[in-house]
Protein backbone atom coordinates (compact mmCIF):
# COMPACT_ATOMS: atom_id res chain seq x y z
CA UNK A 1 0.00 0.00 0.00
CA UNK A 2 1.27 3.57 -0.95
CA UNK A 3 2.37 6.47 1.73
CA UNK A 4 0.25 8.43 -0.05
CA UNK A 5 -2.57 6.57 1.24
CA UNK A 6 -1.75 6.68 4.84
CA UNK A 7 -0.96 10.81 4.17
CA UNK A 8 -4.72 10.76 3.13
CA UNK A 9 -5.65 8.85 5.70
CA UNK A 10 -4.83 10.80 8.30
CA UNK A 11 -5.43 14.13 6.45
CA UNK A 12 -9.50 12.54 5.99
CA UNK A 13 -8.92 12.27 10.13
CA UNK A 14 -8.09 16.07 10.84
CA UNK A 15 -10.58 17.47 8.89
CA UNK A 16 -13.17 15.59 10.07
CA UNK A 17 -11.88 16.05 13.79
CA UNK A 18 -12.40 19.37 13.08
CA UNK A 19 -16.16 19.09 11.43
CA UNK A 20 -17.10 17.62 14.45
CA UNK A 21 -15.63 20.18 16.99
CA UNK A 22 -17.66 22.54 14.39
CA UNK A 23 -20.82 20.80 15.25
CA UNK A 24 -19.60 20.61 18.96
CA UNK A 25 -19.01 24.27 19.55
CA UNK A 26 -22.75 25.64 19.18
CA UNK A 27 -23.22 23.58 22.82
CA UNK A 28 -20.70 25.96 24.55
CA UNK A 29 -22.95 29.20 23.97
CA UNK A 30 -20.65 31.19 26.99
CA UNK A 31 -17.21 30.42 25.05
CA UNK A 32 -15.74 32.53 22.12
CA UNK A 33 -13.07 32.02 19.93
CA UNK A 34 -10.83 34.75 19.15
CA UNK A 35 -8.47 35.22 16.31
CA UNK A 36 -5.14 35.82 17.43
CA UNK A 37 -3.07 34.95 14.60
CA UNK A 38 -3.73 35.14 10.66
CA UNK A 39 -2.60 32.51 8.06
CA UNK A 40 0.61 32.26 6.44
CA UNK A 41 0.27 31.14 2.70
CA UNK A 42 2.39 29.08 0.40
CA UNK A 43 5.50 29.15 2.75
CA UNK A 44 8.05 27.92 0.65
CA UNK A 45 9.72 24.44 2.01
CA UNK A 46 13.54 23.50 0.72
CA UNK A 47 13.20 20.05 -0.27
CA UNK A 48 15.98 17.48 1.02
CA UNK A 49 19.56 17.98 -0.61
CA UNK A 50 19.37 14.40 -1.68
CA UNK A 51 16.14 14.43 -3.09
CA UNK A 52 16.96 13.35 -6.71
CA UNK A 53 18.68 10.22 -4.93
CA UNK A 54 15.77 9.25 -3.03
CA UNK A 55 13.03 6.26 -4.47
CA UNK A 56 10.79 8.45 -6.72
CA UNK A 57 7.18 7.44 -4.45
CA UNK A 58 9.28 8.15 -1.43
CA UNK A 59 10.84 11.95 -2.48
CA UNK A 60 6.99 12.71 -4.00
CA UNK A 61 5.82 12.90 -0.47
CA UNK A 62 8.25 16.06 0.81
CA UNK A 63 6.19 19.22 -0.28
CA UNK A 64 7.48 21.96 -1.73
CA UNK A 65 5.40 24.50 -0.08
CA UNK A 66 3.22 25.27 3.22
CA UNK A 67 0.41 26.87 4.59
CA UNK A 68 0.05 27.76 8.23
CA UNK A 69 -3.53 28.22 9.52
CA UNK A 70 -4.65 31.01 11.31
CA UNK A 71 -4.62 30.47 15.39
CA UNK A 72 -7.44 31.38 17.77
CA UNK A 73 -8.14 31.15 21.17
CA UNK A 74 -11.46 29.63 22.86
CA UNK A 75 -12.16 32.03 26.02
CA UNK A 76 -14.72 30.30 28.20
CA UNK A 77 -16.92 30.77 31.59
CA UNK A 78 -17.30 28.92 34.27
CA UNK A 79 -15.25 25.33 33.48
CA UNK A 80 -13.73 22.70 35.10
CA UNK A 81 -10.16 21.44 34.19
CA UNK A 82 -8.60 17.72 35.13
CA UNK A 83 -5.13 16.94 35.60
CA UNK A 84 -4.57 15.42 32.23
CA UNK A 85 -6.15 18.90 30.49
CA UNK A 86 -9.71 17.93 29.80
CA UNK A 87 -12.17 20.89 30.06
CA UNK A 88 -15.51 19.76 30.88
CA UNK A 89 -19.01 21.56 32.36
CA UNK A 90 -21.62 19.02 33.55
CA UNK A 91 -22.28 16.12 31.03
CA UNK A 92 -20.21 17.75 27.91
CA UNK A 93 -16.46 17.81 27.25
CA UNK A 94 -14.91 20.36 25.37
CA UNK A 95 -13.64 18.24 22.19
CA UNK A 96 -10.70 20.99 21.38
CA UNK A 97 -9.04 20.13 24.51
CA UNK A 98 -8.19 16.56 23.61
CA UNK A 99 -5.28 15.94 21.23
CA UNK A 100 -7.43 12.82 19.47
CA UNK A 101 -10.74 12.80 19.56
CA UNK A 102 -11.35 9.35 20.33
CA UNK A 103 -10.55 9.77 23.84
CA UNK A 104 -14.01 10.81 24.26
CA UNK A 105 -15.40 7.80 24.66
CA UNK A 106 -12.36 7.05 27.51
CA UNK A 107 -13.49 10.39 29.64
CA UNK A 108 -17.60 9.70 29.12
CA UNK A 109 -17.09 6.13 30.69
CA UNK A 110 -14.75 7.50 33.57
CA UNK A 111 -15.79 9.20 36.33
CA UNK A 112 -14.57 12.51 35.15
CA UNK A 113 -17.92 14.05 35.73
CA UNK A 114 -18.41 12.83 39.10
CA UNK A 115 -15.15 15.10 40.20
CA UNK A 116 -16.48 18.46 39.52
CA UNK A 117 -19.13 18.03 42.23
CA UNK A 118 -16.45 17.09 45.09
CA UNK A 119 -15.92 19.16 48.62
CA UNK A 120 -12.47 19.75 47.73
CA UNK A 121 -12.46 21.23 44.22
CA UNK A 122 -10.54 24.76 43.90
CA UNK A 123 -11.75 27.45 42.52
CA UNK A 124 -10.21 30.23 40.32
CA UNK A 125 -11.71 33.39 40.68
CA UNK A 126 -12.99 35.21 37.96
CA UNK A 127 -10.15 37.67 38.50
CA UNK A 128 -7.87 36.15 36.82
CA UNK A 129 -7.13 34.40 33.40
CA UNK A 130 -5.89 30.70 33.38
CA UNK A 131 -4.52 29.21 30.32
CA UNK A 132 -4.27 26.07 29.65
CA UNK A 133 -1.54 24.73 26.96
CA UNK A 134 -1.02 20.85 27.65
CA UNK A 135 -2.92 17.64 26.92
CA UNK A 136 -2.37 14.05 27.79
CA UNK A 137 0.23 14.08 25.03
CA UNK A 138 2.41 17.02 26.13
CA UNK A 139 2.22 16.03 29.86
CA UNK A 140 4.83 13.24 29.03
CA UNK A 141 5.84 13.56 25.19
CA UNK A 142 8.78 16.18 24.80
CA UNK A 143 7.72 16.34 21.15
CA UNK A 144 4.04 17.49 21.46
CA UNK A 145 5.07 19.90 24.47
CA UNK A 146 7.65 21.35 22.60
CA UNK A 147 5.82 21.55 19.15
CA UNK A 148 2.70 22.12 20.08
CA UNK A 149 2.36 23.51 23.51
CA UNK A 150 5.01 26.17 23.86
CA UNK A 151 3.56 28.03 20.23
CA UNK A 152 0.07 28.13 22.28
CA UNK A 153 1.57 29.46 25.29
CA UNK A 154 3.26 32.55 23.38
CA UNK A 155 -0.26 33.23 21.42
CA UNK A 156 -1.44 33.58 24.96
CA UNK A 157 1.10 34.99 26.03
CA UNK A 158 0.53 37.44 22.79
CA UNK A 159 -3.23 38.32 24.03
CA UNK A 160 -3.22 38.40 27.87
CA UNK A 161 -0.17 39.22 28.72
CA UNK A 162 -1.14 38.43 32.83
CA UNK A 163 -2.61 35.29 33.44
CA UNK A 164 -1.89 32.36 35.31
CA UNK A 165 -0.31 28.89 33.52
CA UNK A 166 -1.31 25.36 34.47
CA UNK A 167 1.06 23.05 34.28
CA UNK A 168 0.83 19.40 34.68
CA UNK A 169 2.01 17.56 37.93
CA UNK A 170 4.09 15.62 38.56
CA UNK A 171 5.76 17.79 35.15
CA UNK A 172 8.85 16.34 33.32
CA UNK A 173 12.20 18.55 33.78
CA UNK A 174 12.00 20.12 30.10
CA UNK A 175 8.57 21.27 31.03
CA UNK A 176 9.72 23.31 34.15
CA UNK A 177 13.26 24.35 32.24
CA UNK A 178 11.19 26.19 29.20
CA UNK A 179 9.07 27.71 31.20
CA UNK A 180 11.81 29.08 33.31
CA UNK A 181 13.68 30.61 30.49
CA UNK A 182 10.70 31.61 28.65
CA UNK A 183 10.08 33.90 32.18
CA UNK A 184 6.62 32.40 33.25
CA UNK A 185 6.50 32.22 36.99
CA UNK A 186 2.76 32.53 37.65
CA UNK A 187 2.16 28.87 37.49
CA UNK A 188 -0.42 26.24 39.35
CA UNK A 189 0.45 22.87 38.92
CA UNK A 190 -2.62 20.51 38.51
CA UNK A 191 -2.26 16.70 39.70
CA UNK A 192 -2.36 13.88 37.48
CA UNK A 193 -1.54 11.01 39.51
CA UNK A 194 -5.50 11.12 40.53
CA UNK A 195 -6.81 13.43 37.83
CA UNK A 196 -7.76 16.20 40.63
CA UNK A 197 -10.04 18.48 38.99
CA UNK A 198 -10.23 22.45 39.16
CA UNK A 199 -13.40 24.87 38.46
CA UNK A 200 -11.42 28.34 36.25
CA UNK A 201 -13.99 31.02 36.10
CA UNK A 202 -11.80 32.18 32.87
CA UNK A 203 -9.63 29.99 30.75
CA UNK A 204 -8.06 30.72 27.26
CA UNK A 205 -7.27 27.55 25.67
CA UNK A 206 -5.32 28.40 22.47
CA UNK A 207 -6.24 26.20 19.44
CA UNK A 208 -3.76 22.79 19.11
CA UNK A 209 -2.69 22.59 15.52
CA UNK A 210 -0.65 19.63 14.92
CA UNK A 211 3.05 20.74 13.16
CA UNK A 212 2.11 18.47 10.59
CA UNK A 213 -0.98 19.58 9.42
CA UNK A 214 0.79 23.04 8.84
CA UNK A 215 1.35 21.76 5.10
CA UNK A 216 -2.19 21.51 4.50
CA UNK A 217 -3.45 25.06 6.63
CA UNK A 218 -6.47 23.10 7.32
CA UNK A 219 -9.24 24.23 10.04
CA UNK A 220 -12.02 23.47 7.83
CA UNK A 221 -12.91 23.62 4.85
CA UNK A 222 -14.26 26.48 5.01
CA UNK A 223 -11.29 28.52 6.83
CA UNK A 224 -9.44 26.53 3.90
CA UNK A 225 -11.68 28.05 0.74
CA UNK A 226 -11.15 31.79 2.35
CA UNK A 227 -7.41 31.35 2.03
CA UNK A 228 -7.70 30.04 -1.72
CA UNK A 229 -10.21 33.21 -2.98
CA UNK A 230 -8.09 35.41 -0.85
CA UNK A 231 -4.68 34.38 -2.42
CA UNK A 232 -6.15 34.88 -5.89
CA UNK A 233 -7.64 38.62 -4.71
CA UNK A 234 -10.96 37.12 -5.21
CA UNK A 235 -13.91 37.68 -1.76
CA UNK A 236 -16.32 34.77 -1.23
CA UNK A 237 -19.62 36.07 -0.16
CA UNK A 238 -19.71 36.90 3.16
CA UNK A 239 -16.44 36.33 4.00
CA UNK A 240 -14.02 38.45 5.41
CA UNK A 241 -10.27 38.68 3.67
CA UNK A 242 -7.87 37.26 5.36
CA UNK A 243 -4.82 39.24 5.48
CA UNK A 244 -1.10 38.02 4.77
CA UNK A 245 1.11 38.14 7.87
CA UNK A 246 4.92 38.43 6.59
CA UNK A 247 7.15 37.15 9.82
CA UNK A 248 8.38 34.49 11.88
CA UNK A 249 6.80 31.13 12.28
CA UNK A 250 5.71 30.84 16.08
CA UNK A 251 7.98 27.85 16.20
CA UNK A 252 10.60 30.12 15.53
CA UNK A 253 9.69 32.45 18.14
CA UNK A 254 10.20 29.81 20.57
CA UNK A 255 13.18 28.78 19.07
CA UNK A 256 14.42 32.89 19.37
CA UNK A 257 13.24 33.19 22.72
CA UNK A 258 14.50 29.96 24.52
CA UNK A 259 17.92 30.29 22.22
CA UNK A 260 18.40 33.98 23.31
CA UNK A 261 19.15 32.60 27.09
CA UNK A 262 22.09 30.78 25.60
CA UNK A 263 24.07 34.36 24.42
CA UNK A 264 26.92 34.13 26.94
CA UNK A 265 27.79 30.55 26.15
CA UNK A 266 29.41 31.12 22.19
CA UNK A 267 29.86 28.06 20.64
CA UNK A 268 31.32 27.15 17.23
CA UNK A 269 29.54 24.45 15.79
CA UNK A 270 32.09 21.65 15.06
CA UNK A 271 31.01 18.35 16.71
CA UNK A 272 29.57 15.45 14.73
CA UNK A 273 26.62 13.36 16.66
CA UNK A 274 24.48 10.66 16.22
CA UNK A 275 21.51 10.61 18.72
CA UNK A 276 20.76 6.86 19.30
CA UNK A 277 17.30 4.97 20.36
CA UNK A 278 18.63 2.30 21.74
CA UNK A 279 17.27 2.95 25.33
CA UNK A 280 13.78 3.70 24.10
CA UNK A 281 11.50 1.32 23.68
CA UNK A 282 10.05 2.35 19.72
CA UNK A 283 11.68 3.46 16.47
CA UNK A 284 14.93 1.80 17.41
CA UNK A 285 17.90 1.17 14.72
CA UNK A 286 17.58 -2.56 14.65
CA UNK A 287 21.29 -2.86 12.90
CA UNK A 288 22.47 0.03 14.63
CA UNK A 289 25.45 -2.07 15.57
CA UNK A 290 26.31 -2.69 11.98
CA UNK A 291 26.09 1.74 11.50
CA UNK A 292 28.23 2.77 14.56
CA UNK A 293 31.44 1.66 12.85
CA UNK A 294 30.65 3.87 9.51
CA UNK A 295 29.50 6.73 11.86
CA UNK A 296 33.17 6.07 13.82
CA UNK A 297 34.88 6.01 10.75
CA UNK A 298 33.35 9.90 10.05
CA UNK A 299 34.26 11.27 13.34
CA UNK A 300 30.80 11.02 14.96
CA UNK A 301 30.20 10.74 18.75
CA UNK A 302 27.44 8.60 19.87
CA UNK A 303 25.03 10.25 22.40
CA UNK A 304 21.81 9.44 24.46
CA UNK A 305 19.69 12.33 25.52
CA UNK A 306 18.23 10.58 28.54
CA UNK A 307 21.46 11.12 30.61
CA UNK A 308 21.20 15.22 29.72
CA UNK A 309 19.39 17.70 31.25
CA UNK A 310 17.52 20.38 28.98
CA UNK A 311 19.79 23.15 29.06
CA UNK A 312 22.96 20.45 28.40
CA UNK A 313 20.67 19.21 25.11
CA UNK A 314 20.59 23.11 24.01
CA UNK A 315 24.44 23.61 24.60
CA UNK A 316 24.76 20.73 22.45
CA UNK A 317 23.07 21.54 20.26
CA UNK A 318 24.85 24.97 19.29
CA UNK A 319 28.30 22.98 18.88
CA UNK A 320 27.07 20.57 16.39
CA UNK A 321 27.40 21.21 12.57
CA UNK A 322 25.85 17.24 11.65
CA UNK A 323 22.85 15.90 13.70
CA UNK A 324 22.38 12.22 12.25
CA UNK A 325 19.65 10.03 14.25
CA UNK A 326 16.52 7.98 13.43
CA UNK A 327 13.01 9.32 13.52
CA UNK A 328 11.56 10.77 16.70
CA UNK A 329 11.24 13.07 19.55
CA UNK A 330 15.12 12.93 19.95
CA UNK A 331 14.85 15.04 16.62
CA UNK A 332 13.44 17.96 18.49
CA UNK A 333 16.53 19.13 19.45
CA UNK A 334 17.54 20.25 16.02
CA UNK A 335 15.41 23.45 16.44
CA UNK A 336 18.51 24.77 18.37
CA UNK A 337 21.18 23.96 15.53
CA UNK A 338 22.86 26.83 14.37
CA UNK A 339 21.45 28.05 10.97
CA UNK A 340 23.63 26.25 8.50
CA UNK A 341 23.75 23.00 10.15
CA UNK A 342 23.06 19.67 8.51
CA UNK A 343 20.45 16.89 9.35
CA UNK A 344 20.01 13.37 8.69
CA UNK A 345 17.18 11.75 9.24
CA UNK A 346 16.36 7.71 8.40
CA UNK A 347 12.51 7.50 8.02
CA UNK A 348 10.22 4.85 8.00
CA UNK A 349 9.86 4.59 3.74
CA UNK A 350 6.14 3.39 4.72
CA UNK A 351 5.18 5.99 6.91
CA UNK A 352 6.37 9.72 5.59
CA UNK A 353 6.13 12.09 9.10
CA UNK A 354 7.69 15.73 7.83
CA UNK A 355 7.92 17.40 10.94
CA UNK A 356 11.38 17.71 11.39
CA UNK A 357 11.70 18.28 7.33
CA UNK A 358 9.43 21.22 8.06
CA UNK A 359 11.32 22.29 10.81
CA UNK A 360 14.92 21.86 9.58
CA UNK A 361 13.68 24.46 6.25
CA UNK A 362 12.28 26.87 8.60
CA UNK A 363 15.04 27.71 10.25
CA UNK A 364 17.51 27.48 7.54
CA UNK A 365 18.87 23.78 7.97
CA UNK A 366 20.39 21.26 5.17
CA UNK A 367 18.21 18.30 5.43
CA UNK A 368 19.00 14.71 4.29
CA UNK A 369 16.42 11.87 4.32
CA UNK A 370 17.08 8.38 4.55
CA UNK A 371 14.27 6.18 3.94
CA UNK A 372 14.60 2.50 6.51
CA UNK A 373 12.32 -0.12 5.92
CA UNK A 374 10.31 -2.15 8.62
CA UNK A 375 11.53 -5.95 8.85
CA UNK A 376 9.00 -8.98 9.63
CA UNK A 377 5.97 -6.90 9.31
CA UNK A 378 2.54 -8.30 7.89
CA UNK A 379 0.64 -5.21 9.10
CA UNK A 380 -1.38 -3.47 6.34
CA UNK A 381 -0.28 -0.18 6.21
CA UNK A 382 -3.64 1.14 6.36
CA UNK A 383 -4.34 -1.16 9.48
CA UNK A 384 -2.79 0.78 12.73
CA UNK A 385 -1.18 4.10 11.25
CA UNK A 386 0.07 4.19 15.07
CA UNK A 387 2.12 0.99 15.12
CA UNK A 388 3.63 1.80 11.88
CA UNK A 389 5.16 4.84 12.86
CA UNK A 390 6.40 3.63 16.20
CA UNK A 391 8.07 0.50 14.29
CA UNK A 392 11.79 -0.42 14.64
CA UNK A 393 13.46 0.38 11.45
CA UNK A 394 16.93 -1.13 9.49
CA UNK A 395 18.55 0.80 7.61
CA UNK A 396 20.60 0.15 4.33
CA UNK A 397 24.02 0.76 5.87
CA UNK A 398 25.93 1.32 2.14
CA UNK A 399 23.08 3.93 1.17
CA UNK A 400 23.41 5.70 5.28
CA UNK A 401 27.31 6.25 4.21
CA UNK A 402 26.81 7.68 0.88
CA UNK A 403 24.18 10.07 2.65
CA UNK A 404 27.07 10.79 4.78
CA UNK A 405 29.49 11.62 2.39
CA UNK A 406 27.64 13.70 0.51
CA UNK A 407 25.94 16.16 3.68
CA UNK A 408 30.16 16.39 4.42
CA UNK A 409 31.26 17.69 1.65
CA UNK A 410 29.04 20.25 2.06
CA UNK A 411 30.91 23.64 3.45
CA UNK A 412 30.25 24.33 6.81
CA UNK A 413 28.89 27.85 7.90
CA UNK A 414 28.69 29.51 11.12
CA UNK A 415 26.15 31.80 12.13
CA UNK A 416 26.77 33.03 15.43
CA UNK A 417 24.07 35.24 15.94
CA UNK A 418 21.78 31.75 15.82
Not at 160 to 174: E, R, T, V
Not at 197 to 202: F, G, L, M, Q
Not at 278 to 290: A, D, V
Amino acid sequence: MKVTIIRKSFRETVYRSFTLIARILPLWKETRAEDVLPPMFSLPVSLPVNYEKLPEEFANQFVKTKSIPGRRIFVMKDVWVSGRGVVFKYLRIFAPSLPWLRDMTLYRKGMLFVKQWAKDVQEIPDTEIVALVYDNWSAENYYHWMIESLPRLLLVQKKYPDFQLLIPDPAPGYIRSTIDLLGFKNVLPLSRRDDKVIKVSNLALPELVYYEEEEYGSQSAYRLQQATASEKNMQLPGSVPLPRLEEEELIVKVRRKLLKHFYNKPAVPERRIFVSRSRQNTRRLLNENEVLPVLEKYGFEIIYFEGLSFNEQVQLMLETAVFVSVHGSNMVNILFLQSGARVVEMMNQAFLNDAYYLMASSIGLAYYSVPCTMPGTTMPLSEDTVAINDADLVVNVPELEETLHTALQQPERVNKAF
